[in-house]
């Protein structure tokens, strides 16, 4: 079946500028998750959406950063007033979401590069 | 202050050899460990993992140690297949309802025929 999709693969933008990034998660899966990862370093935790829940925001690096979810598909990432050290590979995961408190595996998707010139 | 640290970046190792990749965590909150692959221009896959209430994990060519006393765990890859050459991340979750993942900076290993 259909894996973890995201676009664009690439962007390029220009500080100052707007930037919106699309995921859409494995059918069926309820949790999703936005991360990025910067030049040299580990994968940051940005938001997590489960169901219905009330969003975890709690890696969001500033007020410039947001997200939201349609239910239980697709998500979109925005970023407003780039400035260049958005410039990282921000990828999605989702995960079925099963219950009993185990940690679900979390699919990914290839990522969108951002560049911020 | 990394809690997941993977101290070696890189690792080379000949085909048929055992790979040993290892990661040390300071959390001592954590109680489920992954290990995941990644290649060149795709997003990381899961590869094994294990909760804190066992010491090893077998799947395959794959096994994962865990030492909680010293914080340590360890991935083995026997034997080591050029495919096997990937950026391998490990990551650690206190579990429970939290699943925010706390990754490592990745170690990347080369297999050579």
């Known amino acids: 079946g259909a894996g973890v999709s995201q676009s664009p693969s690439n962007k390029v933008t220009e500080k100052g500028k707007d930037v919106e990034l699309r995921c859409d998660p494995i059918s069926g899966h309820t949790a999703l998750y936005w991360y990025r990862q910067r030049l040299g370093q580990g994968l940051e935790f940005l938001i997590y959406?489960?169901?219905?829940?009330?969003?975890?925001k709690s890696g969001l690096p500033s007020d410039r950063f947001s997200a939201e979810r349609t239910g239980e598909s697709v998500s979109t990432l925005t970023i407003q007033r780039t400035q260049q050290e958005d410039s990282a590979v921000y990828l999605c995961a989702s995960s079925p979401g099963a219950s009993g408190g185990i940690t679900d595996t979390q699919y990914f998707g290839p990522g969108t590069r951002l560049t911020v010139l | 202050d990394q809690q997941v640290k993977q101290n070696s970046p890189s690792l080379s190792v000949q085909e048929g050899r055992i790979s040993i990749l290892n990661c040390d965590y300071t959390?001592?909150?954590?109680?489920?460990f992954l290990w995941y692959k990644k290649y060149p221009a795709e997003g990381p896959t899961f590869l094994i993992s294990i909760s804190s209430i066992k010491d090893k994990n077998e799947d395959g060519r794959f096994t994962v140690f865990l030492n909680k006393s010293a914080k340590h765990l360890s991935l083995h890859i026997v034997p080591s297949q050029p495919g096997d050459s990937a950026v391998y991340f490990c990551?650690?979750?206190?579990?429970?309802?939290?699943?925010?993942?706390?990754w490592g900076l990745g170690t990347s290993l080369a297999v050579n025929p």
């Open positions: 990551a650690a979750s206190e579990g429970g309802n939290n699943r925010k993942l706390i």
């Open positions: 959406f489960q169901g219905n829940s009330a969003p975890d």
């Open positions: 959390n001592s909150m954590f109680d489920y």
